[in-house]
């Protein structure tokens, strides 16, 4: 069984920067695409980024330029880096693996 665990929300003003973790154990790491995506209140889930076996990244253009989306195979473990954090940001932020398994989220709050 795939178990996926977020970490790393919080409260930041805006202009800040968080660091999201997402630990994956039960599977082959190295081989699955790795995504994060939000929900913020009366909104649906979307999309914020990816990350491939190959480690090849693709973004939403909402945080381009501002997050980016990495990997450690020997940790199992993926990470989003958000810098420039704006108040519409806030979501709780999911870890997704390979478009099958979910984390149970991790509250990211923007506000001054």
């Known amino acids: 069984q795939v178990r996926v665990v977020e970490s790393g929300g919080g409260l930041v003003q805006p202009g800040g920067s968080l660091r999201l973790s997402c630990a994956v154990s039960g599977s082959i790491f190295s081989i699955y695409s790795m995504g994060w995506y939000r929900q913020a209140p009366g909104k649906q889930r979307e999309w914020v980024a990816t990350i491939t076996s190959g480690s090849s990244t693709t973004y939403a253009d909402s945080v381009k330029g501002r997050f980016t989306i990495a990997r450690d195979n020997a940790k199992n473990t993926v990470f989003l880096q958000m810098n420039s954090l704006k108040p519409e940001d806030t979501a709780v932020y999911y870890c997704?693996?390979?478009?099958?398994?979910w984390g149970q989220g991790t509250q990211v709050t923007v506000s001054s």
């Open positions: 997704n693996v390979h478009f099958i398994w």
